[in-house]
């Protein structure tokens, strides 16, 4: 089993800059995609931002230019930079860890507000 743990999340005024980070622990697959993506209510989850284990990404239409994944294989951690947020970026941002290849697995983290509503 894989247990993804978001974090970074904060209050963060238009046109500002975060950093979400992810970090998986248990037993971690090999070649598995690691990525974020975001859901508000109401709508279907999408995708912000995937990377290979190979570090190939792809990205949202809503991050290009304005986002960055990045991951270190060796700590199992994923990281998403966002800058020049807008407030349509406010949505419950999740971390998500998926094996296409058998044996096949996808695992999700809790998700964490952004921005913070605290």
């Known amino acids: 089993q894989v247990q993804l743990m978001e974090s970074g999340g904060g209050l963060v005024q238009p046109g500002g800059s975060l950093r979400l980070s992810c970090a998986a622990s248990g037993t971690i697959p090999g070649a598995a995609t690691m990525g974020w993506f975001r859901q508000v209510p109401g709508k279907q989850r999408e995708m912000v931002a995937t990377?290979?284990?190979?570090?190939?990404?792809d990205y949202g239409d809503m991050a290009k230019g304005r986002f960055t994944i990045s991951r270190n294989n060796y700590i199992n951690t994923v990281d998403l930079q966002m800058t020049n947020l807008k407030p349509e970026d406010t949505a419950v941002y999740y971390c998500?860890?998926?094996?296409?290849?058998?044996?096949?697995?996808?695992?999700w983290g809790q998700g964490i507000q952004v921005p913070d509503s605290s």
């Open positions: 998500m860890i998926q094996r296409r290849v058998t044996p096949t697995m996808t695992a």
């Open positions: 990377v290979t284990s190979g570090g190939t990404t």
